[in-house]
């Protein structure tokens, strides 16, 4: 069964940063593509940063480029979101999922608050 866990948000002041994870077991994690998304109050949920199998390419929205990064561990079945500078807007809940059809499951999500 796949399982997806992420962790790592929380409240932070504008310009903050924040290092999310998410841990990802019933797959071959180091085979898949994978993608963290966010979805803020009232929005439908949004791809926010993109990572190959191997780690070796990336892609971001267009407003959090230049500031998240992700990146990943395959021998720990983990993908990262290391977030900087960031704004009001980048308030939400975040996910990570693996790149196939149908998605998987949804995690439960870590909230990320950013507000003074």
């Known amino acids: 069964q796949v399982q997806l866990v992420e962790s790592g948000g929380g409240l932070v002041q504008p310009g903050g940063s924040l290092r999310l994870s998410c841990v990802a077991s019933?797959?071959?994690?180091?085979?898949?593509?994978m993608t963290w998304y966010r979805q803020a109050p009232g929005k439908e949920r949004e791809e926010v940063a993109g990572?190959?199998?191997?780690?070796?390419?990336?892609h971001y929205e267009d407003s959090v480029k230049g500031r998240f990064t992700i990146s990943r561990d395959n021998a720990k079945n983990t993908v990262y979101l290391q977030m900087v500078s960031l704004k009001p807007e980048d308030t939400a809940v975040y996910y990570c999922?693996?790149?196939?059809?149908?998605?998987?499951?949804w995690g439960q999500g870590t909230q990320v608050t950013v507000a003074s």
């Open positions: 019933g797959f071959t994690f180091r085979s898949y593509p």
């Open positions: 990572i190959s199998s191997a780690g070796s390419t990336t």
């Open positions: 999922n693996r790149v196939i059809s149908p998605l998987d499951s």
